[in-house]
């Protein structure tokens, strides 16, 4: 009776370091791919490289010590190979080359198995889209697209102009969120650390004084006494707070919708989200839209771009309106998130077959909004935050001195 065959197993790539001399004599190092050590000396006999030493790198366990990889990696990645395919460097070569030339081991070792996916003869967006967790649904298929058309060039560089203006519209919103809430947090850890192991001596002074304290030395003595007794309930609180709210965001849709819907009622920040939210849905709907990607499948990638999920079941809900024959101009009006101006435009957009271009204006408008936005917020914010930090640590520091002025004004 015949057997069937096994199916052959996907061959495993390992990366060595090596160490040795080129061809001038001069000693070289570095790291490459290989699906076994005779293959790595051959790989780098081709290059001219006498090998002194060459060993498999092992990972380290639990992914302990490796870099994490930044959207900024992913960004500078696709500006790199969209330069050197114009260039008329073949893709394998320009894959290698661009490898070569980062210093993050895990993203070196993502491109590497990418080029080894195209060397194999797949499509780069194949390659890519095994690795979801880097490229996303929409710059797969956009790089899919520019594959097909035959201008993987242009997509590729269109696509670093995208993630580019997004990346840039996050970290607006990340500065504009995190500066009050470190600055506070830093605050907090020093009015503990006052309450822990200045207050008391101060109050054992006091205690020795035998008089009458003023009413808000006696509070911030309370106060320094409750945080002696209970300091480890604070700092457990103070610790899992966060961490406990980030868990419950991340797992739970109907917890993470009322934050995010909370998020926009906010006064200032609020305003700031939207608008961000506003512009990477328009920056996204334009890149795709004008890259041939069909309007409805356009919308989820869009979706998924907003960055609020008030916004991104919004977007959801004009999808599905428009795959029933309802134009985008009024799907998005059904929604009431989007302003009339967005509506407007859109709808200029479609009647003039011009949309892509008019989404881009959306965006570009918008950009500039949350731009001054969080300029003004943070040109408001650092005096309120230096006040309110004076207010905390210098009424701390007052009420403890105050019995002592007392004191020196009865001699």
Request: glycine share 6%; proline share 4%; net charge positive.
């Amino acid at each position: 009776m015949a057997t069937k065959p096994e199916k052959s197993k996907k061959q495993q790539y390992h990366v060595f370091s090596w160490k040795g001399k080129d061809n001038q004599g001069q000693p070289v190092k570095g790291e490459l791919q290989a699906l076994n050590l005779n293959l790595a000396k051959a790989q780098l006999r081709k290059q001219g490289i006498t090998a002194e030493k060459i060993r498999k790198k092992t990972p380290a366990p639990f992914g302990l010590g490796e870099k994490k990889i930044t959207t900024r990696e992913i960004t500078l990645f696709t500006r790199q190979l969209s330069t050197m395919i114009r260039a008329g460097v073949p893709l394998v070569q320009s894959l290698n080359v661009v490898a070569e030339g980062l210093e993050n081991p895990a993203m070196q070792k993502i491109i590497l198995n990418i080029r080894n996916e195209v060397a194999d003869g797949n499509m780069l967006s194949m390659g890519l889209r095994k690795h979801p967790k880097y490229f996303d649904k929409l710059f797969c298929n956009l790089v899919e697209a520019g594959e097909r058309s035959g201008s993987l060039d242009a997509m590729l560089d269109r696509v670093a102009i995208y993630k580019e203006k997004t990346d840039r519209i996050k970290a607006k919103i990340k500065k504009a969120l995190y500066y009050p809430v470190a600055v506070m947090a830093i605050g907090v850890v020093v009015m503990l650390i006052l309450l822990l192991k200045v207050v008391p001596q101060f109050e054992s002074l006091f205690n020795s004084f035998n008089a009458e304290l003023p009413m808000i030395t006696q509070v911030v003595i309370d106060l320094s006494e409750f945080v002696q007794q209970w300091w480890w309930l604070i700092i457990g609180i103070l610790v899992l707070t966060p961490i406990l709210l980030i868990r419950s965001y991340k797992s739970s849709e109907l917890f993470a919708y009322r934050v995010d819907a909370l998020t926009l009622r906010l006064p200032v920040i609020g305003q700031i989200v939207r608008k961000s939210s506003i512009a990477r849905f328009s920056r996204t709907l334009s890149t795709s839209f004008t890259s041939g990607v069909p309007l409805v499948e356009s919308m989820a990638a869009a979706a998924g771009a907003a960055g609020n999920r008030v916004y991104s079941r919004a977007v959801f809900q004009a999808r599905d309106n428009i795959s029933v024959g309802q134009q985008l101009n009024f799907a998005l009006k059904t929604t009431h998130v989007f302003p009339a101006m967005v509506t407007q435009m859109v709808s200029i957009g479609e009647e003039s077959g011009s949309l892509d271009t008019m989404l881009d204006k959306v965006a570009g408008f918008y950009e500039e909004e949350v731009d001054d936005a969080v300029e003004g917020m943070t040109t408001l914010l650092e005096p309120i935050v230096v006040a309110v930090l004076g207010v905390m640590v210098g009424g701390l520091v007052l009420a403890m001195y105050l019995p002592i002025f007392k004191m020196g004004s009865l001699f």
